[in-house]
């Protein structure tokens, strides 16, 4: 089996415990680091970029709603 197909057949209840609780805690500070930065004005010239140089369909920008193409949506999360 190849990378790509054990990502396409891996289940949540396949990963052991310790796996799903740090995938939840890296969420979690995901999350909280997108929240504390959206208030920063680095953060809304990057998500104006985002959506005048992107904009499109297929994603929205997160805490904003914006609607952007998906490079877009990644572009503003690298």
């Known amino acids: 089996m190849n990378a ?5 057949e891996l289940k949540w209840a396949d990963l052991p415990a310790e796996v799903q609780n ?17 208030q920063t004005e680095l953060s ?8 005048s140089a992107y904009g499109g369909q297929g994603a929205q920008l997160w805490f904003d709603g914006r ?5 877009g949506a ?5």
């Open 4 to 8: 790509t197909e054990f990502i396409h």
């Open 22 to 38: 740090q995938a939840r805690r890296c969420f979690l500070d995901t999350i909280g680091t997108a929240i504390g930065g959206r």
């Open 44 to 51: 809304r010239i990057i998500y104006d970029f985002a959506a």
């Open 67 to 71: 609607e952007v193409s998906l490079p």
């Open 74 to 78: 990644v572009w503003r999360t690298a």
